[in-house]
């Protein structure tokens, strides 16, 4: 059987997705083992070909931040039948989208005073592209990437079980539940699949996974604001991305 | 003649490289360009809480994570004079040992080593390489484990926080981890062998070496003094009065010491702080000048023992958490609460990260939140020194052919390790 070609591509990021992919060894090893790999340019030399490849599956991790990323990202597309926004930053615009929130002009003058940098509005990739599956976290779960790669290289479109960070929180229900204690904490309007791996470590969960699609977050907000100020709450949505979503989510 | 390479791979982040040069060897043009989009990292902190610092500042860079939380909670510590207690102290110490560790052994096996062998794919490596690979992934993975079970997680460690942790680790876990240590240091010790053999080009060219310093140890974690050169200089002194950023190259701050290119990383560690490595990588590095009769002048003005220096503090780290896991198990290791009182004030740390030093300043307001940043990463500083070693290795590979030409070209660049999400950020 001929093996499905698959291409891992890193616009503006901190390439961390693709770290939490190499640190599975040789578990990922034996992933690409079964795939014919057409570009993955932190372990392999081969240029992105200039013709037609005609990948089975992309995956695109970062931000085009670049118009030279925009066309890379465009011509990614033509090439893909799949295509995968994989992580924070590609899928819900990440960190990187507090600048939007900041004001890019004022953000840039305390880099740049005078000179003229590109410095246009962060927006996740489905802005140019169509987008057919996203992986979310930030950074992704190496292990769920695996479970997702395996249906995606079959052709298939993996479905996400929405369930919120709770369910997977060992706090649930306890007396350490950050809501309970009064914090923030942004777990029941999360999409699970990390194993609440902040709330675990005595984080709060700031919803860097996205917003569950099959729930209402109105309420949720509204708990929030009886023991938190507005500002604050809305500090917490902006740092992984996620306001503007919730924002769009509220007005339809 | 010109020659280009539009995108170098495996580099962490995306780059390139131009040149033009006539064929009497003149070089009228060269660089090594960054090619990733500006995140503005520092502008978006401006108005943000103190605690979001070290998460943001974390996402500036995948593979290392760890310099730039710890330089982000110190550099603010410093400012509101918070002392965080000795248990925080060695746990830091800890976790950065091993990000160098499992930052060092991906550049040096996945990265760098290939080249030596004309490889193109990793994949082809790992089949040629079977004991070497198996050994490199089991000292990565130690690593990444002491990430995983100190920092919650090795990519975007969770639990470091300004004053201390939010959790700290089960002592059973420790323990596991201080039982797998010897493996790992006969694991490191194939490695060294491994990179011992290595043909390493002829290449000369004398330049500063810049680390932290203090006259006693080998010191990586929180220090007040800089060394460049024969030079010292307090920490701040160096930030802000010898060293310059460069604006005029966006995205990228090029920086430079009084107008000169400059190394830091594995091999200026060496080079300033050689004496204090532990004995057994002491005697590692005596070995190979020893095999190689050289001179230790010599190995430094040979840029690509970089490489070799990194394999040295493979060892020499995995020694040091060794020791620190062992100190650590006697504390009780308790929960801690850090108090953390605002005022308008300002602070800088300056510590060593996988490539060299790094140095993290903010001003803050009564309220916590940034006034106002700065982050001058290791790339940054030695993207210079890069373009001045292209511009001795250029002249002399102009009768080869054109792959060759470039084989040559990237993996000189590769030797640095160079980390373009940091130097963009």
Same mark, same amino acid.
């Given at each position: 059987?001929?093996?499905?070609?698959?291409?891992?591509?890193?616009?503006?990021?901190?390439?961390?997705?693709?770290?939490?992919?190499?640190?599975?060894?040789?578990?990922?090893?034996?992933?690409?083992?079964?795939?014919?790999?057409?570009?993955?340019?932190?372990?392999?030399?081969?240029?992105? +070909?200039?013709?037609?490849?005609?990948?089975?599956?992309?995956?695109?991790?970062?931000?085009?931040?670049?118009?030279?990323?925009?066309?890379?990202?465009?011509?990614?597309?033509?090439?893909?039948?799949?295509?995968?926004?994989?992580?924070?930053?590609?899928?819900?615009?990440?960190?990187?989208?507090?600048?939007?929130?900041?004001?890019?002009?004022?953000?840039?003058?305390?880099?740049?005073?005078?000179?003229?940098?590109?410095? +246009?509005?962060?927006?996740?990739?489905?802005?140019?592209?169509?987008?057919?599956?996203?992986? +979310?976290?930030?950074?992704?779960?190496?292990?769920?990437?695996?479970?997702?790669?395996?249906?995606?290289?079959?052709?298939?479109?993996?479905?996400?079980?929405?369930?919120?960070?709770?369910?997977?929180?060992?706090?649930?229900?306890?007396?350490?539940?950050?809501?309970?204690?009064?914090? +923030?904490?942004?777990?029941?309007?999360?999409?699970?699949?990390?194993?609440?791996?902040?709330?675990?470590?005595?984080?709060?969960?700031?919803?860097?996974?996205?917003?569950?699609?099959?729930?209402?977050?109105?309420?949720?907000?509204?708990?929030?604001?009886?023991?938190?100020?507005?500002?604050?709450?809305?500090?917490?949505?902006?740092?992984?991305?996620?306001?503007?979503?919730?924002?769009?989510?509220?007005?339809? | 003649?010109?020659?280009?390479?539009?995108?170098?791979?495996?580099?962490?982040?995306?780059?390139?490289?131009?040149?033009?040069?006539?064929?009497?060897?003149?070089?009228?043009?060269?660089?090594?360009?960054?090619?990733?989009?500006?995140?503005?990292?520092?502008?978006?902190?401006?108005?943000?809480?103190?605690?979001?610092?070290?998460?943001?500042?974390?996402?500036?860079?995948?593979?290392?994570?760890?310099?730039?939380?710890?330089?982000?909670?110190?550099?603010?510590?410093?400012?509101?004079?918070?002392?965080?207690?000795?248990?925080?102290?060695?746990?830091?110490?800890?976790?950065?040992?091993?990000?160098?560790?499992?930052?060092?052994?991906?550049?040096?096996?996945?990265?760098?080593?290939?080249?030596?062998?004309?490889?193109?794919?990793?994949?082809?490596?790992?089949?040629?390489?079977?004991?070497?690979?198996?050994?490199?992934?089991?000292?990565?993975?130690?690593?990444?484990?002491?990430?995983?079970?100190?920092?919650?997680?090795?990519?975007?460690?969770?639990?470091?926080?300004?004053?201390?942790?939010?959790?700290?680790?089960?002592?059973?876990?420790?323990?596991?981890?201080?039982?797998?240590?010897?493996?790992?240091?006969?694991?490191?010790?194939?490695?060294?062998?491994?990179?011992?053999?290595?043909?390493?080009?002829?290449?000369?060219?004398?330049?500063?070496?810049?680390?932290?310093?203090?006259?006693?140890?080998?010191?990586?974690?929180?220090?007040?003094?800089?060394?460049?050169?024969?030079?010292?200089?307090?920490?701040?002194?160096?930030?802000?009065?010898?060293?310059?950023?460069?604006?005029?190259?966006?995205?990228?701050?090029?920086?430079?010491?009084?107008?000169?290119?400059?190394?830091?990383?594995?091999?200026?560690?060496?080079?300033?702080?050689?004496?204090?490595?532990?004995?057994?990588?002491?005697?590692?590095?005596?070995?190979?000048?020893?095999?190689?009769?050289?001179?230790?002048?010599?190995?430094?003005?040979?840029?690509?023992?970089?490489?070799?220096?990194?394999?040295?503090?493979?060892?020499?780290?995995?020694?040091?958490?060794?020791?620190?896991?062992?100190?650590?198990?006697?504390?009780?290791?308790?929960?801690?609460?850090?108090?953390?009182?605002?005022?308008?004030?300002?602070?800088?740390?300056?510590?060593?990260?996988?490539?060299?030093?790094?140095?993290?300043?903010?001003?803050?307001?009564?309220?916590?939140?940034?006034?106002?940043?700065?982050?001058?990463?290791?790339?940054?500083?030695?993207?210079?020194?890069?373009?001045?070693?292209?511009?001795?290795?250029?002249?002399?590979?102009?009768?080869?052919?054109?792959?060759?030409?470039?084989?040559?070209?990237?993996?000189?660049?590769?030797?640095?390790?160079?980390?373009?999400?940091?130097?963009?950020?």
């Amino acid at each position: 059987m001929k093996k499905p070609k698959v291409a891992f591509f890193s616009l503006t990021s901190c390439e961390g997705c693709q770290f939490a992919l190499l640190d599975l060894g040789e578990k990922f090893f034996d992933f690409l083992r079964e795939v014919d790999l057409i570009d993955f340019s932190l372990i392999e030399e081969m240029p992105f +070909p200039k013709g037609k490849v005609e990948i089975d599956v992309s995956f695109v991790e970062g931000l085009s931040i670049k118009k030279e990323e925009i066309d890379l990202l465009k011509k990614i597309r033509e090439e893909s039948k799949i295509l995968v926004a994989v992580g924070n930053c590609a899928a819900l615009g990440g960190i990187p989208e507090m600048k939007n929130y900041q004001g890019k002009e004022r953000t840039i003058r305390y880099i740049y005073k005078k000179l003229n940098v590109e410095n +246009p509005e962060i927006k996740e990739i489905d802005n140019f592209v169509k987008v057919d599956f996203y992986i +979310p976290g930030c950074p992704i779960n190496g292990e769920e990437f695996l479970k997702y790669a395996k249906e995606l290289i079959q052709g298939k479109i993996p479905e996400i079980l929405q369930k919120p960070i709770c369910s997977e929180c060992p706090h649930q229900g306890k007396e350490t539940c950050f809501l309970r204690k009064k914090e +923030p904490c942004l777990g029941p309007i999360t999409l699970a699949g990390c194993g609440a791996i902040c709330p675990k470590n005595g984080q709060l969960c700031y919803g860097c996974r996205g917003i569950l699609k099959n729930i209402n977050p109105k309420g949720f907000l509204e708990t929030l604001k009886k023991f938190k100020k507005p500002e604050e709450i809305e500090d917490n949505l902006e740092i992984f991305g996620i306001k503007d979503d919730l924002e769009k989510f509220l007005k339809s | 003649m010109k020659i280009a390479i539009p995108h170098i791979h495996k580099i962490e982040g995306e780059a390139g490289f131009w040149a033009k040069v006539t064929r009497t060897g003149k070089i009228e043009e060269l660089k090594f360009q960054t090619l990733l989009g500006l995140r503005q990292i520092e502008g978006i902190l401006i108005g943000r809480r103190y605690f979001e610092v070290p998460i943001v500042v974390s996402r500036i860079c995948g593979i290392c994570p760890v310099p730039h939380i710890l330089g982000a909670c110190t550099a603010l510590e410093n400012a509101l004079n918070v002392k965080v207690s000795e248990q925080t102290v060695l746990l830091r110490k800890l976790l950065l040992a091993a990000n160098i560790i499992y930052s060092h052994t991906l550049h040096l096996f996945f990265l760098s080593l290939p080249d030596f062998f004309n490889i193109e794919n990793d994949l082809e490596l790992l089949k040629k390489f079977k004991k070497e690979s198996k050994a490199a992934l089991r000292v990565r993975d130690l690593a990444l484990e002491i990430a995983k079970i100190v920092g919650g997680r090795a990519v975007h460690p969770i639990t470091p926080i300004v004053g201390g942790f939010t959790k700290f680790p089960e002592k059973e876990k420790l323990k596991e981890i201080l039982e797998k240590i010897p493996q790992a240091i006969d694991d490191a010790n194939l490695l060294i062998e491994t990179f011992k053999k290595i043909e390493y080009p002829e290449f000369e060219r004398e330049t500063l070496f810049a680390s932290v310093f203090n006259g006693k140890d080998y010191p990586y974690y929180l220090e007040k003094i800089v060394k460049i050169g024969e030079e010292k200089f307090t920490f701040s002194d160096f930030y802000s009065v010898q060293i310059e950023e460069d604006l005029k190259s966006p995205p990228v701050k090029r920086v430079k010491f009084k107008g000169k290119a400059y190394m830091l990383g594995a091999i200026a560690r060496v080079k300033n702080n050689g004496e204090f490595l532990t004995k057994s990588s002491r005697e590692k590095f005596e070995e190979f000048l020893k095999e190689r009769k050289i001179s230790e002048g010599e190995y430094f003005k040979n840029i690509f023992h970089n490489l070799f220096s990194q394999a040295i503090e493979v060892l020499h780290f995995l020694e040091v958490s060794q020791e620190l896991l062992k100190e650590i198990l006697k504390l009780p290791l308790k929960e801690e609460k850090p108090e953390i009182k605002f005022y308008s004030t300002s602070g800088l740390s300056a510590l060593e990260a996988p490539r060299g030093t790094l140095f993290h300043y903010y001003e803050i307001d009564k309220d916590g939140r940034i006034l106002n940043c700065n982050i001058i990463t290791p790339t940054a500083q030695f993207l210079h020194n890069i373009e001045e070693d292209l511009k001795v290795l250029l002249p002399k590979i102009l009768r080869l052919k054109r792959k060759e030409q470039i084989r040559k070209i990237r993996s000189l660049i590769r030797i640095y390790d160079p980390c373009i999400s940091c130097a963009t950020h």
